[in-house]
């Protein structure tokens, strides 16, 4: 009879094997998470708990973007919540590494790529502002609100005095819907061109406002909202 630690040992050597010679794309979703657990509970066969956490969290995003009390909720230890934190924060820091220091606006699918993965699995609506100085590069990228955009005035007159204080050239507005269709709300159009209106005298250019979902994301200026 097979000893199973054994068979166990000799599957995440094959998957590990696998992982270093012909690079990430090699393993499936279930085969990447389930040897991350592996590392965190390394006597406890991963493999059906990768493929539950993968059916019960949506995908893999979801379940690297779930925070610390779901994954715990889902029947995980700190170890391998914490495993499965510090795969999305290396995932988030390479994709935001593709943005910084570079003109966001010539960089555009990678900041979408970076915001997608960062908020489109939330499941409370975050507001964040990303400041630019003349040359259109990052400068300050900041969280500015949780829950509802509803009190548009209340974020413009934050988010001018933000932009003053940090000598922002231009802002790009993002949210996400945890709803997860990006569709702008007459909200999100009302605050967006409030802010734009408020900037121009002021020389802060209003760049967009990205609304990012699970099914997407959605560009003001794209559309001709702003």
Do not use: C, F
């Not at 790529?113 to 900041?142: K, P």
């Not at 709803?179 to 002021?202: C, F, M, V, W, Y």
Request: without cysteine; charged residues 25%.
């Amino acid at each position: 009879m097979t000893d199973p630690a054994t068979d166990a040992s000799g599957h995440r050597a094959r998957l590990r094997k696998r992982l270093i010679e012909q690079g990430p794309e090699a393993l499936l979703d279930h085969e990447l998470v389930e040897y991350l657990l592996a590392l965190a509970i390394p006597r406890r066969d991963t493999k059906p708990l990768a493929r539950a956490l993968l059916a019960e969290h949506g995908g893999l995003g979801a379940l690297l973007a779930a925070d610390g009390e779901t994954l715990a909720r889902s029947g995980l230890g700190e170890g391998a919540v914490a495993a499965l934190k510090i795969a999305e924060a290396a995932a988030l820091r390479l994709l935001r590494s593709k943005v910084s220091d570079r003109p966001v606006l010539a960089s555009w699918q990678a900041l979408i790529d970076y915001l997608q993965a960062d908020m489109a699995h939330r499941l409370i609506e975050r507001v964040r502002v990303l400041h630019l100085n003349s040359r259109n590069i990052l400068i300050r990228d900041e969280l500015v609100a949780e829950g509802s955009i509803d009190q548009a005035a209340v974020y413009v007159r934050e988010i001018i005095r933000r932009a003053i204080d940090l000598g922002s050239a231009a802002i790009i507005l993002v949210h996400n819907h945890p709803s997860g269709d990006p569709s702008p709300s007459r909200q999100d159009i009302t605050l967006t061109r409030e802010l734009a209106q408020a900037g121009k005298p002021l020389g802060i250019t209003v760049h967009d406002h990205i609304v990012i979902g699970q099914t997407g994301h959605a560009s003001m200026r794209a559309l001709g909202l702003l």
